[in-house]
């Protein structure tokens, strides 16, 4: 959501930088309306769309976790439960937020409705009169005249024969005719839901303004612009934040008027019009980039096995592509930086986060050490490459395997990856698990517990799940691999 917020806000801000630069107090005025709506539509949808026109190249993707028991079957299944290097406090926070932004959003929505209702409830308290393309409201209000939609609401004190009210009416005739309420509704339903991102507000205030000349310039084209001129200099301000309705006196007078005596657009003029296109093709074009999927690059989870010198059967491990055949070396200094990584990524500190607190460049550092370094010092490295195993095999337990384990004192039990008391083996039957791993405990893994042995079993339902899972991970990730301490 943060990410689509950025880009919105970025591409808004450089199509209003384009207006003020080469469009603002220009006598194109309905090119303009037409520019600030179609730039707020572009800042909407373009960072919804995904153009990945170019790839970035992505050579490793590396998520981190402890694994707090050593294996007892072969080193390849250590990988066989998801493996996520994501914090959950990260997401609370921006879930907090994003309930928040909802929040405000829906309160300025309904502060908005609450005066639209305002306005329409006018029309029955006062009598009004049905003209060919409007209705006339006639009124007693300060800040009449003002127009909503088909509604021109006028005030009873203002004489069409006076000087400047026969231009006021046509004024705010053009408001209903080229139908600005449309507009100015849309845009305040839009930075009512995008409170957050200022530039619409700007373009919000500039469209106003806008509608104003182009009502203004219509006004005036049979008698000139001295009467209409007059009664702007009549204007009185108040405030107006989130008013549905186009008001003659809550605009910008000083730009009125210099607008009133502005020459029409030039030939340099109509040429900025053309400028939309590459503005809009610039936008597009900075999200037109992205960095290789996950699924396209390996995905390298780092397993870290806490065990201390536990005595195992070697093995040959697979490796990545370009690192299967050792390299020519690397000096002493190189070596020593490598395994001094060791310790940060069995810290308890940096357990929760992302990558165990290593920046990409230091991840893709490691694994150039790894791919340069020679038979020997890949033996003599605390931690290597093996390539992970698809999903564990079915393993049913006996019953008097289930006897065995309700022993509390050396058994502890997870069912499902959940902590339960020995106890719930009793509600179990064999046939009712499709997998079980039991795993010894040593040294700081043990410390704390009272069971001396782990147990994992998975029902067959959470199995069948799992199963799934785990081969779609694999399909979608062709190249996996763990990081793992060697022992």
Known sequence: MFSYLLKMIVISAICYGWYLLALRN??????????????VVASIFIPLLQLNWFTLPREYTVAFTIAEQPLVSDATTINNSPITGNSSTGADWTAYLSILIGVIALCILILLLYKIIRVLLLTKQYPTTKQEDHILVHTNMSEAPFSFFHFLFWRNDLALQANGCKEIMEHELTHIRQKHSYDKLFMQVVTAICWCNPIFWLMEQELETIHEFIADQEATQANGATDLATMLLQANYGQHFLEPTHSFFHSSIKRRFTMLNQPQATHRNQ???YMIIPVLAGCMGLFAFSKAPIADAPLINAVIDTVPNKKAAPFVAPLPPGLKNPGKGIN?????AYNQFFPRLTDPANSNKFNNGLSDQEVNQLMQWYKDMNEQQRA???FLLMKASGPMKKEIPSATQIEKWKDASVYGVWINEKKVSNTELDKYKPSDFSHYFASKLYGAAKKGRSYAVQLNLMTND??????????????EKANIYILRKKV
């Open 271 to 273: 040429l900025r019009q």
């Open 332 to 336: 002493e200094k190189e070596v020593e």
């Open 26 to 39: 220009k006598r194109m005025h309905q090119y303009n309306r037409f520019y600030l709506l179609m730039s």
């Open 380 to 382: 003599q490295a605390k």
């Open 462 to 475: 959470y199995y069948e799940q799992y199963v799934i899972a785990t081969n779609k991970s694999l399909k």
